[in-house]
């Protein structure tokens, strides 16, 4: 496991480059994250003639809009490795990803919805020991909330299968926990900040937080010694624990 210091020093890493990245290829980030919005929107749409509630509509919205997700993160992977992309890889990455993304995104929801549900239940029944429960799986949750950033990336970058996805997620926001935790509260100032400059939200929000997450991840496989490199993943779980 690294020290705090070293993960804060990494992530701000993480960060400085993601802005970068989204800056020198702003063209790019604005075409994925207005297909991606345009998807959204379209969803959004779709669902609100049969669903009132927005408690059900964000989750569902969140699985729907994951086809389009994947392909962002395949597009900025690939800017990443060095690779000129167009609209094409784009078409590519939902073809090779849609699948494999609804799945992940759909567990992780589902999830989240069950440790949510589980807080509220014991944090709201009477005594300190349901109360002290309900904060424990509060800490579930924060560490669902680590492993998210580095799902659609793992899937991308080392283009594996469902449980190999989660597994890797977990152990590098096991090994590397403030780090995971700067990533996510960067990715997440950059969602609110989206939403509050409602038009940064369908022109920047998808490019910019698919660069993060890339750069996150692949920052992490470079220090594993395992990047790009498929057949030796596996050594992630290895290197994780030391």
């Known amino acids: 496991m690294s020290g705090p210091r070293e993960e ?9 480059g993601s802005v970068r990245d989204a800056y020198g290829y702003l063209g790019t980030v604005v075409l994925v994250s207005l297909a991606w919005f345009g998807w959204f929107a379209c969803g959004a ?3 609100s003639l049969f669903i009132k509630s927005l408690i059900v509509m964000v ?8 086809p389009p997700q994947g392909a962002a993160f395949h597009v900025m992977a690939l800017i990443m490795k060095g ?3 167009t609209p094409r890889d ?7 990803f849609s699948l494999r993304s609804l799945a992940i995104a759909a567990t992780a929801v589902g999830l989240g919805t069950i440790v ?11 005594g300190v020991a349901f109360k002290i429960i309900g904060g424990l799986w509060l800490y579930a949750l924060i560490f669902m909330a680590m492993m998210a950033p580095y799902l659609p990336a793992i899937m991308v970058q080392q283009d594996t299968g469902f449980r190999k996805v989660f597994k890797r997620a ?4 096991l090994a590397n926990p403030f780090y995971s935790l700067l990533v996510v509260l960067f990715e997440a100032a950059v969602t609110v900040l989206s939403v509050v400059l409602a038009p940064a939200f369908s022109l920047l929000y998808m490019g910019v937080i698919a660069f993060a997450s890339n750069r996150a991840t692949r920052s992490l496989l470079e220090k594993y010694g395992v990047l790009d490199d498929d057949e030796s993943s596996p050594e992630v779980d290895s290197e994780a624990k030391e």
Do not use: N, S
């Not at 804060?8 to 400085?16: C, P, S």
């Not at 989750?59 to 994951?66: D, E």
């Not at 784009?90 to 090779?96: A, S, T």
């Not at 949510?116 to 009477?126: C, G, H, K, Q, S």
């Open 59 to 66: 989750p569902v919205l969140v699985i729907l809009a994951a």
């Open 90 to 96: 784009f078409v590519e990455g939902l073809r090779r």
């Open 83 to 85: 690779q000129d992309v």
């Open 116 to 126: 949510v549900v589980d807080i509220i239940w014991f944090i709201t029944r009477p």
């Open 8 to 16: 804060v020093v990494r992530a701000g890493a993480v960060v400085g």
């Open 45 to 47: 749409l779709l669902l």
């Open 170 to 173: 977990a152990l590098l926001a």
